[in-house]
């Protein structure tokens, strides 16, 4: 059974930096794409960046040039670094991965709140 965990959120004022990170434990896996999606209270859950195996990546528009995520594959682990941080940023932001075979598994997700 794979899970993911996630940690590094917070309190953080406005213009301020977090750094997210989402640890995949268990054994006998291999996983593609992994990412993370915030909701907000009230609305849907949204994409906010994701990388594949190769390194690839992709970021929503809102968060474009203020956050970068990375992986470490040796460790499946990945990290989301947010810089500039906005009070519209403040969701629950959750892991997530694409495992061969299992299909997607996500976290439980972590609180990041943006004071303005």
């Known amino acids: 059974q794979v899970q993911l965990v996630e940690s590094g959120g917070g309190l953080v004022q406005h213009g301020g930096s977090l750094r997210l990170s989402c640890a995949a434990s268990g054994s006998g896996f291999r996983i593609n794409t992994m990412g993370w999606y915030r909701q907000a209270p009230g609305e849907q859950r949204e994409l906010v960046a994701y990388?594949?195996?190769?390194?690839?990546?992709n970021y929503a528009d809102s968060v474009k040039g203020r956050f970068t995520i990375s992986r470490d594959n040796a460790k499946n682990t990945i990290d989301l670094q947010m810089n500039s941080l906005k009070p519209e940023d403040t969701a629950v932001y959750y892991c997530?991965?694409?495992?061969?075979?299992?299909?997607?598994?996500w976290g439980k997700g972590t609180l990041v709140t943006v004071s303005s």
């Open positions: 990388i594949t195996a190769g390194g690839t990546t």
């Open positions: 997530n991965a694409d495992i061969r075979v299992i299909g997607r598994v």
